[in-house]
């Protein structure tokens, strides 16, 4: 049987008797080809086509190729070559497979062109794939001569003369095939230069937040070019103009005290890429990544000096665990609303359940970071309080005549109802009857009364019944108190359920053995976990406009992205256990459902309790008093890189200390601006007295209050009459303001409101720290003329109008009415 037409001796094709193929199956295709071997007129046909550099690179990929099938010859030849054919660019582009395979591994070497495979080389012009990944994909077949197929393509390993320096951040010497020239390709950002890179260059697109832009030394063989004259980039398509106006963090690790080592995160080198959007959109990422504004300064180092400290024993977070908790909390403040409208027909006070959360936590000894579980006395003073207060109505600022006629015509009809549905004494029941029939018989007789006249027999009616009132609903509201307490110490069993199962299922152990500390004095550092952080499940990412939006199991939650970019930045300087950046979108979504849950999900919600002070106030603070620490802060609403929030497991990962009632520091300047529950800030001004008393070191605490006189607030008090007052300073209403609790989502018209009370400041310092900043009267007025700057206009974005300034102004005043205290309807 004549063989099949070949081009060389070397390259001999088996027939079809070699390969076993059945005669009728032969016949058949010399019919289809005409004749035998290449006889006849379409014998010539058959040659020409068997002789094609088509059919003969699929003869011999079909005998070299491990894992193509061989075609049998009952299969037509056109059909099979062209099989080959479309196939060709699987088998053969290590740019297709790079691709597909950047995410396991990112791809940093060049490939020479292999002999005799032009079809590869006009697929694949350049290819940045590792030595091992290609070598291994173009590996040849076992039993295979180099004769019957192509080459393998061997990398060309350049001569790696790069600095050391460069080396580290990640860059690498390759060669490109289409210029025949080297170039410098950096394997963490997936940046290709021509010229040789230079560090401590700001470039917006491989590094938008000037992460690696850190000087040289002055012996330095490399020369900073100037500007005009900056590397070019391989690929036009990564050109982007500058003019990117961000900060250089500088990462710097202080000296402590005692010259030793503080702990820090590690040094990565580059700018990680975040794999949720891609390493080949380099143009996204530097575009999420770069703040809009800025209300923050993460370059002030810390002067706040600590005793060495233990991790903390909290379980890491977990998107499943806060999932779970959030859907309890809902549940619980639920349940709280309808105790109150049930049991007192009223609905919950404005802000009340978050009070009842933070002054919880003051005295909880449980596990649960959010939840009170072991409280002590079960009562709440501050839910109490409040909800008494409502009864038997709420009271509201009063503008006009007839409001004030008919909220004393409410508050009257609200006492008689609920001294009749109450087991009250018989005295009770008839001095609240008499002074209600008293107050009826006075509205029906006098038409021509004022707002105040109406308000001062409001006043007398409440002096007359409210003693009375209150002890009819007292044993009502504490019942309403405890209850919501035993729900939340159910609920806290079920969270710490579902957290150890997760462990558990993980091979993580709940419990880890307490090692020694080492009693040295270093600045002070995030807080570390003591527990490992189990594998973290997806989260899906998207942008709207300029909010990113990022979703669990349906459940989205929303942060501006400047803000977005300032939680990349606190979590890269922070965050010691994840430097690929793998667990940071989990991190943050647990981040801001744990914060929409303390606070609420209403609008305006919670923003009173999280407000901070105008960007120009801290930067005085720094200036005039050394201060480089927050008491009470938030990854969201910090402005300095250092300070205290109320949950280590979510904000450690981006530089919370802790609690401030667990700080305890030996020296430094710090600020204070507490949420304002009143059980909240006595025990802070418990806890720093205690450290001024006992500490030798410069120590220094101003604190931001409200002025509340009527009655005044403990804290207020004490620390008016503290030893260690050193001034007080007091700031009117509506001559100053805060910045919203809401800031990483709110409009910017919204970002500042004007206070509706008086602020007090105090400067609470020990002997050294008087010494060192003690409020001098030029320091004083300087601080008070920051703070007539407005932060309105802060940002390069317009200000906003007159109308809508004041309209956030109506919305700010009911927004930040005081939290506990009795509002007086004038």
Known sequence: MAARPRRGPSEAVPTHAQRGVPARDTRWRQRRWGGRGGGGKTGGRAERVAASPRVRFGQLLMHGVPGVPVYTADQPTHLCCTFLWVSLPLLWDPVTWVQSNQRRKPSHASVADPRGSRVAAEMANENHGSPREEASLLSHSPGTSNQSQPCSPKPVRLVQDLPEELVHAGWEKCWSRRESRPYYFNRFTNQSLWEMPVLGQHDVLSDPLGLNATPLPQDSSLETPPVENKPRKRQLSEEQPSGNGVKKPKIEIPVTPTSQSVPSSPSIPGTPTLKIWGASAEDKQAALLRPTEVYWDLDIQTNAVIKHRAPSEVLPPHPEVELLRSQLILKLRQHYRELCQQREGIEPPRESFNRWMLERKVVDKGSDPLLPSNCEPVVSPSMFREIMNDIPIRLSRIKFREEAKRLLFKYAEAARRLIESRSASPDSRKVVKWNVEDTFSWLRKDHSASKEDYMDRLEHLRRQCGPHVSAAAKDSVEGICSKIYHISLEYVKRIREKHLAILKENNIPDEVEASEVEPRLVYCYPVRLAVSAPPMPSVEMHMENSVVCIRYKGEMVKVSRSYFSKLWLLYRYSCVDDSAFERFLPRVWCLLRRYQMMFGVGLYEGTGLQGSLPVHVFEALHRLFGVSFECFASPLNCYFRQYCSAFPDTDGYFGSRGPCLDFAPLSGSFEANPPFCEELMDAMVSHFEKLLESSPEPLSFIVFIPEWREPPTPALTRMEQSRFKRHQLVLPAFEHEYRSGS?????????????????????????????????????????????????????????????????????DSGREQGPSREPHPT
Request: proline share 4%.
């Open 743 to 811: 800031q990483h989502i709110c409009k910017k018209e919204e970002m500042h409101y004007k206070a509706v009370h008086n602020t007090a400041v105090l400067f609470l310092q020990n002997d050294p720290g008087f010494a060192k900043w003690g409020p001098t009267p030029e320091r004083l007025q300087e601080l008070t003329a920051a703070y007539k700057q407005s932060g309105r206009s802060h940002g390069s974005s317009s200000s906003s109008s007159s109308s809508s300034s004041s309209e956030a102004k109506d919305r």
